[in-house]
């Protein structure tokens, strides 16, 4: 799915079909854009599972010129981190499209291709997937920049 005008204009009140084939032939979910709230929330879910590689390391090692050292981290957490995430985004966007309650348990339910299908269409909505590809290019960037 592309950013249009209309989802740029429409906002918070923008709802969007994701067809689900796989739950029978006419079968869409709606998502709406996560709320600004929702955002933090999964960033904080994000940051919850990060862990070092190595104990000894300290805040300041990890965190340098505002910017976290990757090379310091347990990828497989930083993972299980962006996993969560994304699961909590799709079910606050299905919450609010479908207006019933979807709770990650839920969402964890779903046909992987349809939660892969529907994760796309929130990430284009938020951009959670963008910011942390943002982050990861400045840390290479800080990185070339010590050598």
């Known amino acids: 799915m592309r950013l249009t005008k209309e989802i740029v204009l429409k906002g918070a009140d923008l709802r969007l079909e994701v067809p689900a084939p796989e739950y029978g032939e006419d079968a869409a979910f709606t998502v709406a854009p996560p709320t600004a709230g929702d955002m933090a929330e999964a960033r904080t879910i994000r940051l919850k ?6 104990a000894s390391v300290n805040l300041e090692d990890l965190v340098r010129n505002g910017r976290i050292d990757f090379s310091k981290i347990d990828l497989s957490s930083a993972q299980k981190g962006i996993d969560e995430a994304r699961f909590y985004l799709v079910s606050k966007a299905l919450s609010r499209g479908m207006n019933e309650e979807w709770t990650v348990e839920d969402v964890k339910q779903l046909k992987p291709e349809v939660f892969e299908r529907l994760w796309r269409t929130v990430d284009v909505l938020c951009g959670f997937t963008a910011e ?3 982050q990861i290019k400045n ?3 800080a990185q070339k920049d010590r050598k």
């Open 49 to 54: 599972y990060l862990k070092v590689k190595d």
């Open 132 to 134: 942390a590809e943002e």
């Open 139 to 141: 840390f290479r960037k």
